[in-house]
């Protein structure tokens, strides 16, 4: 029953901002990374951005110095910064959370867990 819940969504223009957030639920969490990946129309799923358990960042190259992603203290929510916007960043944004359900008792290793997406429009 692991839900991850994402918003922020919407249509932007071109050298917009916007800003894009992800709460996982339903679980007790040993989290080992929390990020966002994104899919445009015609291509395959691309990396934007992911923090590690210790803190550190890693982005996709088509987004660094433009996109920052940051957590609350709780450890269980995820954001996404997007500044600079262009036509090319549009494509649905995926939250995805690699953890260990500690209320799964059945659960042991790290599994993947995936939101819905939401998509992000850049267009005048």
């Known amino acids: 029953q692991v839900q991850l819940v994402e918003s922020g969504g919407g249509l932007v223009q071109p050298g917009g901002s916007l800003r894009l957030s992800c709460t996982a639920s339903g679980g007790i969490f040993s989290i080992n990374t929390m990020g966002w990946y994104r899919q445009a129309p015609g291509k395959q799923r691309e990396l934007v951005a992911i923090?590690?358990?210790?803190?550190?960042?890693n982005y996709g190259d088509s987004v660094k110095g433009r996109f920052t992603i940051s957590k609350d203290n709780a450890k269980t929510t995820v954001y996404l910064e997007m500044n600079s916007l262009k036509p090319e960043d549009t494509a649905v944004y995926y939250c995805?959370?690699?953890?260990?359900?500690?209320?799964?008792?059945?659960?042991?290793?790290?599994?993947?867990?995936w939101g819905k997406g939401t998509l992000v429009t850049v267009s005048s």
């Open positions: 995805n959370l690699n953890a260990v359900d500690h209320s799964d008792p059945d659960t042991a290793a790290p599994m993947d867990y």
């Open positions: 923090l590690k358990g210790g803190g550190s960042a």
